[in-house]
């Protein structure tokens, strides 16, 4: 299963389902299959999911584990796309809509 974010200013951003559950669940969102993210709610969506990249990565560190050669993507990998997605429809005021 895929989600598929979709907004008007950037192009779509396409996650596995582990993935994009993690992010919804990370940003608040219930994981369902469709839903929206209001343009209010992205300056907080972003700041959810830099904090728990940063404390993934401290994790990680603590734990001696390499953050750039590990096998397999972080949280960052996987989120930066979705966050540029959120600042990009942010500054425009428009939402992101999704769907599986």
């Known amino acids: 299963?895929?989600?598929?974010?979709?907004?008007?200013?950037?192009?779509?951003?396409?996650?596995?389902?582990?993935?994009?559950?993690?992010?919804?669940?990370?940003?608040?969102?219930?994981?369902?299959?469709?839903?929206?993210?209001?343009?209010?709610?992205?300056?907080?969506?972003i700041r959810a999911l830099q904090d728990a990249i940063a404390l993934e990565e401290s994790h990680d560190e603590k734990q001696g584990e390499d953050i750039v050669s590990g096998n397999t993507p972080g949280l960052r990998q996987r989120a930066m796309p979705f966050i540029d997605i959120l600042k990009r429809n942010h500054k425009a005021g428009t939402d992101i809509t999704w769907g599986v």
Do not use: H, W
């Open 1 to 45: 299963m895929l989600y598929k974010f979709k907004s008007q200013n950037a192009g779509d951003v396409i996650m596995l389902e582990a993935s994009g559950r993690k992010v919804l669940e990370v940003i608040g969102k219930d994981a369902g299959p469709t839903g929206i993210i209001l343009a209010a709610q992205m300056p907080a969506a």
